[in-house]
């Protein structure tokens, strides 16, 4: 029997889906891709924004026209904090959420034998702990997305995630062990540490033990080259915090840290617990304790209540921080939370121009940070074979390399090149000549 995967949304539901996968292969489904034939598609959704839903929604469509005999299973975020609206799905055979994630092959094969509709979604609560899974077969990927942590209690007033996520709860520390152990095992260099809120790993134990700690133990595991981080809440960084990761050699200096505004104003109507001059010493912390380190962040614009006067701030914010990538967002107005009942809601065409505005002003920020590798030698993970030619692949800081007339051999591993120039929107390479460029780290 063949079962498809879709993934919407952020790096912890693609670790969920993998989890989901590994299930359904060990139990003996055939696993294909999401534009194949398939008996079963599950759908992992993301609720972040309504037009998560539509994707959602599109995709049950779409496979029920396709295979019409075929079961569609619908699971995350999106049923877990809108269940009476999924349930109303008419494509959706079986419904979970978020937190009876394991319990999805249990309802596929419920449904499979009676024929029968099976919704299934179970609230969460103060205390669960955090859900026991385990990455090893099918990331297919050179690196792993390892879930150290889950749930938010922020409460931002434009997001939904606490409704879809729960309490904030952490991976022990001995299990994150053993999973990046099999990871190595497996042949994965770098190990990339997510989860919804990140730095409040640990948080429902007192921060005993802390984001830090999770950090350096996994950069102590053998045969794991690189550690990275998901998305940060950029308060949450001291100085400890910064001084103990720029010590570990494995670390990966790429900070991605949520800004939402460079507005004061906007980010107090946003309930974001920083401002943007608190933000940018953590900025300057960061460049200041590691070489050569990347920032990257998310910017909304168009929030209820944000001025001309206010976006020109934002603006003019990120501009000066000069990111080297931005991801600009409209606001989407998000039903059952607080900023969808604030007034002054902006009209969508004044959302657009703004979105516009902001991605052009942030660009010579990005190329300048592309520029900024030239002349460097830095170590390259590769992942893929470039569209154009060549080889893909990434730095520590994340900065994209591609190295024209390489060979697909270098899949997933890690050599020394030579930035020599910038293309259209990555850096462009050669190998290093270091002793016929053996790799960097040895098997």
């Not at 669960?128 to 997305?145: V, W």
């Not at 308060?235 to 570990?248: K, P, V």
């Not at 590691?290 to 001025?307: K, L, Q, S």
């Not at 939370?337 to 505005?357: C, D, M, N």
């Amino acid at each position: 029997m063949r079962a498809a995967f879709y993934t919407l949304g952020c790096k912890v539901n693609q670790y969920e889906t993998q989890i989901l996968e590994q299930l359904f292969f060990d139990n003996g489904f055939d696993i294909v891709s999401p534009d194949s034939p398939a008996d079963l598609l599950v759908v992992n959704s993301c609720t972040v924004t309504a037009e998560g839903d539509r994707k959602t929604r599109q995709a049950l469509r779409r496979f029920k026209r396709a295979n019409p005999s075929g079961v569609a299973a619908l699971t995350g975020c999106f049923p877990q904090a809108f269940p009476d609206i999924a349930e109303q799905i008419p494509e959706a055979d079986v419904i979970t959420g978020s937190r009876n994630r394991g319990s999805l092959l249990c309802a596929v094969e419920k449904y499979f034998a009676t024929g029968r509709r099976v919704i299934e979604i179970t609230p969460h609560e103060r205390g669960e702990e955090f859900e026991r899974m385990k990455a090893g077969r099918f990331l297919g990927r050179t690196r792993a997305f390892v879930k150290i942590q889950d749930g938010c209690d922020r409460y931002c007033s434009y997001c939904i995630i606490p409704t879809a996520r729960g309490p904030v709860r952490s991976k022990p520390l001995e299990e994150l062990r053993e999973e990046l152990e099999g990871l190595a095992a497996a042949g994965y260099r770098e190990a990339v540490l997510v989860g919804i809120n990140l730095p409040f790993y640990g948080k429902e134990t007192g921060y005993t033990p802390r984001l830090i700690d999770a950090i350096e133990l996994a950069c102590a595991v053998p045969g794991i080259e690189r550690v990275r981080l998901g998305s940060l809440e950029p308060e949450l960084l001291t100085e400890e915090d910064i001084a103990r990761m720029a010590a570990q050699p494995k670390f990966c200096p790429q900070f991605h840290l949520s800004l939402q505004s460079g507005c004061d104003n906007t980010l107090r109507r946003m309930n974001r617990h920083y401002t943007a001059a608190e933000y940018r010493a953590i900025v300057d912390k960061l460049r200041a304790a590691f070489d050569n380190p990347a920032i990257t962040t998310d910017i909304i614009v168009g929030f209820p209540g944000e001025t001309p006067e206010e976006f020109a701030q934002s603006l003019a914010f990120a501009r000066e921080i000069g990111f080297a990538k931005v991801h600009v967002f409209p606001y989407s107005k998000r039903e059952g939370t607080r900023a969808a009942k604030l007034p002054g809601q902006i009209p969508r065409a004044v959302k657009s121009e703004r979105v516009a505005e902001l991605a052009q002003a942030v660009e010579p920020a990005r190329r300048a940070f592309l520029q900024a590798q030239v002349g460097r030698t830095e170590a390259v993970l590769f992942e893929s074979a470039a569209a154009q030619g060549g080889a893909e692949g990434y730095t520590k800081n994340y900065a994209p390399v591609r190295v024209p007339g390489a060979g697909g051999e270098l899949s997933g591993r890690v050599f020394a090149v030579e930035i020599v120039g910038v293309g259209e929107d990555c850096c462009l390479g050669r190998l290093a000549p270091n002793q016929g460029n053996p790799e960097i780290f040895s098997d």
